[in-house]
């Protein structure tokens, strides 16, 4: 089911998500991505743009927390100048990784947006557990060969998303909710 792959929401970059209709939503915390999604991938700390829009997101009242597959050592340093919560080795698209950064922020999977650059990882793990799902363009072409490869079939899924895309959404919305059940049955069993 392609549907799984579908974001709920697509933009040029974070500064063209519309904080107000996020809170219209019920939207009350929000998942980053960091590389080719805040900054480029080769930025190894938060430029003046990633700060001041989630400092935007603060004053807002928004919780914030970034899930990054990178290492310890490069989300403690991205996350100096933003102070939020941080959780590093996520394993994303992992579910439970989405659920954990959920009860971190103290929040259901409902009333969290996913913002990032990759369906396979990003928004495939948000849409597992139901939260809004917000895909970006990538920031930079410049990335390692393992994405540039993703980025591949990822094109072909973003070309199914752009036709008929009223019936997908309806499908996919349908199919979050019952994974959302799912990984909620399997997260409490492994606890």
Same mark, same amino acid.
């Given at each position: ?5 579908? /974001?709920?929401?697509?933009?040029? @970059? ?25 900054? /480029?991938?080769? @930025? ?7 700060? @001041? ?19 310890? $050592? ?20 992992? +579910? ?19 913002? +990032? ?10 849409? $597992? ?8 363009? /990538? ?20 070309? @199914? ?22 990984? $909620?049955?399997?997260?409490?069993? $492994?606890?």
């Amino acid at each position: 089911m392609i549907e799984k792959y579908y /974001p709920d929401l697509y933009f040029d @970059s974070i500064r063209h998500i519309d904080i107000k209709m996020l809170k219209q939503k019920g939207i009350k915390g929000l998942i980053l991505d960091i590389d080719n999604t805040l900054v /480029p991938m080769h @930025s190894k700390d938060a430029d003046d743009n990633a700060v @001041s829009w989630i400092e935007e997101l603060k004053i807002e009242g928004f919780k914030v927390c970034i899930l990054s597959n990178a290492s310890e $050592k490069r989300v403690v340093r991205f996350n100096k100048a933003i102070a939020v919560t941080a959780i590093h080795r996520a394993y994303k698209p992992s +579910g439970r990784a989405f659920l954990n950064a959920a009860g971190i922020m103290g929040l259901e999977p409902e009333n969290i947006a996913v913002v +990032g650059d990759q369906l396979f990882t990003d928004i495939i793990g948000g849409n $597992k557990v139901n939260m809004l799902t917000i895909l970006v363009k /990538p920031i930079d072409r410049k990335e390692i060969l393992f994405v540039r490869l993703k980025r591949i079939p990822e094109k072909l899924v973003l070309n @199914s998303f752009i036709k008929n895309i009223e019936d997908k959404i309806n499908k996919r919305l349908e199919w979050k909710k019952r994974s959302l059940k799912y990984e $909620k049955n399997r997260f409490k069993q $492994k606890q």
